[in-house]
C-alpha cells in the first residue's frame, strides 16, 4: 500500500469513529436529562428575594451609594452612543474627485469630524461603484445591440 493510500485509508476510519450512530449519545457517560445547574438552583434560591434586593439595592444609590447607582444604571438603561450631528457639505454632484475634496477641505477646515467625513467619503466610494456598475452595463448592451445588429445584417 502507498503512503498516499494509507493515509486516505485512516483518514477514513477517523471520519467513520467521528460519526454519532443515530440514537446514541455522543458522551453516554455525561451529563444526565434533567440536570440543574448550580446558576439554575441559585436563581431559584433567590427568586422569592429578588423584589426586596432590587427594593434595597434602589434604597442604597438613593442614599448616595454609587456603587449601588452604577448597577442599577449599567443593568437598566442602554449606554449612550455619540450621535452625529448633521453637516452641510458644499458637494457639486458633478464628479466624485470634486465631491472627495470637498469633504477633505471641509475636515481640515474643522467643520466635519474625521468620522463624519469617512462616512460621507465611503458613501462617495459605493457611488463611484454603482456609476461603475451601470456604466459597464451600458456598455455591454451597446456591444450586444452592435452584435445582434451583425448577426442579422
Not at 56 to 72: C, H, I, M, P, R
Not at 102 to 128: C, E, F, N, S
Amino acid at each position: 500500500m502507498t503512503d498516499t493510500a494509507v493515509m486516505l485509508n485512516f483518514a477514513g476510519d477517523i471520519q467513520d469513529m467521528a460519526r454519532f450512530k443515530p440514537g446514541q449519545s455522543g458522551n453516554p457517560a455525561g451529563k444526565p436529562k434533567g440536570t440543574i445547574s448550580k446558576v439554575t438552583k441559585l436563581r431559584q434560591s433567590i427568586e422569592k428575594d429578588v423584589p426586596a434586593i432590587l427594593a434595597a439595592l434602589v434604597e442604597q444609590a438613593k442614599n448616595g451609594d454609587t456603587s449601588a447607582a452604577k448597577l442599577l444604571l449599567e443593568r437598566t438603561l442602554p449606554p449612550m452612543r455619540p450621535v452625529d450631528q448633521p453637516v452641510s457639505i458644499p458637494l457639486t454632484g458633478e464628479n466624485l474627485t470634486d465631491d472627495g475634496r470637498a469633504v477633505l477641505v471641509a475636515l481640515g477646515a474643522g467643520q466635519v469630524g474625521a468620522d463624519q467625513a469617512a462616512k460621507v467619503l465611503g458613501g462617495l466610494g459605493a457611488l463611484a461603484r454603482i456609476a461603475e456598475v451601470d456604466e459597464l452595463l451600458k456598455r455591454v448592451e451597446a456591444l450586444e445591440k452592435a452584435h445582434a445588429d451583425q448577426t442579422t445584417a
